[in-house]
């Protein structure tokens, strides 16, 4: 089956985008399904996440968006079976710039994905900067789904609308095909009245797309990353790394009978 890309993305910033494609990734991996992460975030946070600093003059996706390397030379192998990563670094925020006056600016990442370039994976995960420019636009012009991350909390909403309406715009003349995998609460504090409200609204609003499984607010997910590990292999036994892996079963059965896997 052709490997799926999904975009994992949210104007707004601090729901746990970088968290969700870390940990998603690991537990995808977990299932053995050959899943790579690309890290196309300024702030290199899913790179950090992963305990990676890439070296002067490493392939990274910078390198990935302006042509200058093939995807094979811009992956990288993870210390975790079936987990690849194409790294980022700050200077990826002068891609956006760089590629304002390049042909085909949205379609960058798209071209660099054609072809048999991800043959060797199930899953290409990407996870996007808290902003829809060029990066963020270039992710959903490559993506098969759209996974948005949404906090349990005031204001959850915000920047969600415009997302949606930028989403129609990338479907009506980017990507028609581009499909919403899923809508998923995070940050959930079941002890507060105004979690369960921000819960019942997103489903109001987005029904069936809003996914059963819900990431609490856990001290341990927010530990991982500074650890360099995923929350799996930073402490299994979390409410954090539950959640996510009965994420990953509920992800897997949601696309893999759609794609007929």
């Given at each position: ?131 829809l420019g060029l990066l963020t636009l ?96 930073y402490d299994l036994r979390s409410r ?22």
């Amino acid at each position: 089956m052709r490997p799926r890309v999904v975009a994992i993305a949210n104007q707004k910033g601090g729901v746990g985008k970088t968290t969700t494609a870390i940990s998603l990734g690991a537990t995808l991996a977990a299932y053995e399904r050959r899943t790579l992460l690309l890290d196309l975030d300024p702030q290199s946070n899913c790179t950090a996440g992963l305990g990676l600093r890439p070296s002067a003059g490493e392939a990274t996706s910078y390198d990935l968006l302006l042509g200058n390397v093939a995807l094979t030379a811009a992956a990288r192998a993870t210390e975790f079976p079936f987990l690849g990563l194409v790294p980022a670094t700050p200077d990826l925020a002068g891609a956006e710039v760089e590629l304002v006056g390049m042909v085909g600016r949205e379609f960058r990442l798209r071209d660099a994905l054609a072809g048999d370039a991800l043959a060797a994976y199930d899953f290409a995960l990407v996870d996007c900067p808290p902003s829809l420019g060029l990066l963020t636009l270039n992710a959903l012009a490559a993506a098969d789904g759209l996974l948005v991350p949404i906090q349990c909390e005031y204001f959850a909403l915000e920047g969600v609308s415009h997302l949606m309406t930028t989403i129609e715009e990338v479907r009506r003349f980017l990507n028609p095909a581009l499909s919403i995998d899923g809508v998923l609460l995070t940050m959930y504090d079941e002890r507060t009245r105004l979690a369960q409200q921000v819960a019942d609204e997103v489903r109001g609003v987005f029904g069936d797309l809003v996914f059963e499984t819900v990431v609490p607010r856990n001290v341990r997910l927010a530990e991982a990353p500074s650890f360099g590990r995923p929350i799996h292999a930073y402490d299994l036994r979390s409410r954090g790394s539950q959640a996510y892996l009965e994420l990953g079963r509920e992800y897997l059965q949601r696309t893999e009978a759609a794609d007929g896997r």
